[in-house]
């Protein structure tokens, strides 16, 4: 079957995420055959550097020999297995290991199968916590502007992205919603290198208003991604910390996207030198394979479901493919490269060249009002006037424009709105990355420069 063929039958019988589907009329998918490293291989022979990890689930890059190893070996052994009363040695392996390197306090795991799902349990573990300690009007949760925290009910209602969540309003809980961190437009006008995070007073705020209702705060520690890459000091985790234990309010730190390396440590809590209540783990932690997540609660919240089966206080959720030995293999393995390999070590060095490029390269562009990095996540912010720091006008498309363009150039740079960014997979080397920050600016200075006199 030939590659336009392929396409047609695509259109034809497909709805993919996240996309309006008459788009595809103009702009066909790409059929990628192989991945090879950081590389995407389309049925016509054209190569992609995949800067965005695919959706930030690739770390060590595509067909990585020794996870690929590992879940073939697996397969041959054990596929599946109910999770209930059953368990094997990649679970315990892997629940032992999170554990081992999560903060301090953290001390019972729950696999599920992907990010909203651990959002769910967490919600759900937090509800029911209060309900069975005898706080049973401790029923909403305190979520943060600009937050994204997943596509199911729960996890949509604890986002504040109205591109996701605003149609589905009806169906939402009813949460309370505090101001989070805006370093770019920070309303203190301070400077996220020297601040003390004078925005938590809005977070306390709404801890005085509602903290008889509130069961947990949700947050995505440092980096916002889906809201814009919007990233924020240690010191606001810090403080919301201290928030949420003098007011009894659980803190979920939702490091599903953040988690891994991304931030520059194992997880982004370490660098606030935090514990939260609920961890939500998923996206990297088997490497972009196969879908798996993870939530980590404390054994105070535990030893409130644990009790003889008649009280009715277990937790039931459950999902089919809890706890999958495939899934769990990928990540046992992942965890051991990130021991064995120096991984952070090589993280931080690539990202210290990462910063140096982009912000030589951006930082004199009239249209980029920001450049900014955590760990080796970054992101340009594309304004239409640097000085106000003016939004561009959102029905332009303009990143989604560029992105088009960048396809042609070889280059995956899926934007969120008109915020471009880089989250490649760890083994990208530095030749690699100096490419793909020129590659970059000279297609971002195309596009204005033609948009300037009317070409496009």
């Known amino acids: 079957m030939n590659y336009s063929e392929l396409q047609d039958l695509d259109f034809k019988y497909i709805w993919h995420p996240c996309s309006q589907m008459k788009d595809y009329e103009t ?34 890059g595509h067909a990585n020999p020794r996870i690929s190893k590992a879940i073939a070996d697996q397969a041959k ?22 554990v081992e390197k999560t903060p301090d306090g953290l001390e019972k795991v729950f ?14 573990m937090s509800f029911q916590y209060r309900a069975q300690t005898g706080q049973p009007k401790k029923q909403r949760f305190l979520t943060f502007t600009n937050a994204y925290h997943g596509e199911t009910l729960g996890a949509l209602s604890v986002g504040a992205v109205d591109l996701y969540n605003k149609v589905f309003q009806p169906l939402l809980l009813n949460v309370v919603q505090a101001e989070g961190p805006n370093c770019y437009r920070c309303p203190f006008a ?32 440092l ?32 490091e599903i996207a953040v988690g891994f390396g991304r931030t520059g440590t194992l997880f982004a809590c370490e660098q606030a030198d935090i514990t939260p209540d609920f961890l939500c783990l998923s996206k990297g932690i088997t490497g972009g394979y196969l879908p798996l997540s993870a939530v980590l609660t404390t054994n105070k919240i535990y ?14 959720h459950s999902h089919s493919y809890s706890g999958n030995p495939l899934a769990l293999r990928a990540a046992q393995e992942v965890l051991a490269i990130f021991e064995e390999e120096q991984v952070l070590e ?40 640097k000085k106000t720091k003016a939004p561009l006008p959102s029905e332009e498309r303009i990143g989604y424009r560029i992105y088009k363009r960048a396809l042609n150039r070889g280059i995956l740079l899926r934007p969120l709105g008109n915020i471009l960014y880089f989250m490649p997979p760890y083994i990208i080397s530095e030749e690699e990355i100096e ?5 970059a600016k000279e297609e971002i200075v195309e596009f204005f420069k033609k948009k300037k006199v009317g070409i496009i």
């Open 223 to 254: 980096i916002q991604i889906a809201g814009g890459m919007n990233m924020y000091p240690p010191v606001f985790l810090k403080k919301l910390r201290t928030l949420c234990d003098q007011y009894d309010v659980h803190l979920i730190a939702d």
């Open 190 to 221: 301070e400077h996220p290198g020297t601040c003390d995070a004078p925005c938590a007073m809005f977070v306390e705020e709404q801890f005085k208003m509602h903290a008889d209702t509130l069961s947990a705060a949700i947050i995505e520690p």
């Open 303 to 316: 030893y409130a479901f644990y009790d003889d089966y008649g009280t009715m206080k277990a937790f039931l």
């Open 27 to 60: 702009f066909p998918p790409i059929v990628i055959e192989r991945g090879e490293g950081i590389w995407l291989y389309d049925k016509q022979g054209n190569r992609y550097l995949d800067a965005v990890s695919s959706w930030w689930v690739n770390l060590f």
């Open 346 to 385: 090589k993280i931080a060095k690539k990202a210290k060249l990462l910063n140096k490029l982009a912000h030589e390269a951006f930082d004199s562009l009239p249209y980029v009002g920001e450049y900014r990095q955590t760990g080796f996540v970054g992101a340009i912010e594309l304004v239409a006037d």
């Open 435 to 439: 490419w793909m920050v020129n590659t």
């Open 111 to 124: 696999f599920a199968d992907n990010g909203s799902a651990a959002i769910e349990i967490a919600l759900k």
């Open 77 to 98: 052994k054990l596929e599946h297995v109910i999770f209930a009363n059953f368990t094997h040695e990649p679970a315990i392996h892997v629940a032992t290991k999170l």
